[in-house]
C-alpha cells in the first residue's frame, strides 16, 4: 500500500505567493538604485530559497526582511521636497518616506542581530544562552520601535533622515551674513 505524501503545512500556495509578491514590490522599489538593488537581489534570493524549502525555518524570512530594510535605507526619491517638508507643507508621501529610511536602518540592524542569535538552527539558543538573547532582540526592538514612534526620528531638520547627495540630509547651509556660526554645508559633502 503507497501513501501519498501531503504538504500539512498551512497554506503554502498562500506563503509562495507573499514571497513572490514581496520579491517583485522590492524590486521595482530598489530599482531605483543600482547599488540598493544588488543587495536587495543577494539578500532576497538567498532568503527566497530558503523560505521556499524550509518555510518554518525563520532565517529566510529574516533574509527577506533585510533585503527590505536596505530599500528603506538606500533609496530616497529625488521627488522627495525636502524644503516643503521643512516648511511644513510637504505631502503626506514625501514624510512616510523619509520617515521610513529614518527608522529602516534600526529595523535592518534588529534582522541582523536576529539572524545572528537563531542562525544555524532557525530557533533561539536553548536553556543556556536564551535569556541573553531574548534580551538583546527586545533592546534591539526597542530601539527600533522607539525611532520608530518618535517625532525626532524622522523630523525633516534631522541628518539622519535623508542621504547626502540625494537632496541633501545635512542641514540648511549657513552664509557668512546669517550668524549661523558653522561653515556652508552642501550636499554631498561630509
Known amino acids: 500500500m503507497t501513501v501519498a505524501l501531503v504538504d ?10 507573499l514571497i513572490v509578491v514581496l520579491l517583485m514590490a522590492g524590486t521595482m522599489l530598489a530599482s531605483i538604485d543600482t547599488f540598493t538593488l544588488l543587495f536587495f537581489a543577494t539578500y532576497a534570493a538567498v532568503g527566497a ?20 530594510g536596505f530599500i528603506a535605507t538606500t533609496t530616497t526619491p529625488a521627488s522627495v521636497d525636502i524644503e516643503a517638508l521643512r516648511r511644513g507643507a510637504g505631502t503626506p508621501r514625501d514624510a512616510v518616506v523619509i520617515w521610513l529610511s529614518s527608522w529602516g536602518g534600526w529595523a535592518t540592524y534588529v534582522g541582523f542581530v536576529a539572524l545572528t542569535i537563531i542562525f544555524p538552527s532557525g530557533r533561539l539558543p536553548e536553556a543556556r544562552g536564551r535569556r541573553s538573547a531574548i534580551v ?31 537632496g541633501g540630509a545635512l542641514p540648511a547651509p549657513s552664509t557668512p551674513d546669517s550668524g549661523g556660526g558653522r561653515p556652508a554645508l552642501q550636499p554631498g559633502t561630509v
Do not use: E, K, Q, V
Request: aromatic share 8%; hydrophobic share 45%.
Open 8 to 17: 500539512r503545512r498551512p497554506f503554502p500556495i498562500i506563503r509562495g505567493g
Open 49 to 68: 530559497f530558503l523560505a521556499f524549502r524550509r518555510p518554518d525555518n525563520a532565517i529566510g524570512w529574516l533574509l527577506i526582511a533585510i533585503a527590505l
Open 136 to 166: 538583546m532582540l527586545a533592546g534591539t526592538g526597542a530601539r527600533a520601535a522607539s525611532s520608530a514612534s518618535s517625532s525626532a526620528g524622522w523630523s525633516p531638520r534631522s541628518p539622519s533622515c535623508i542621504h547626502p547627495g540625494r
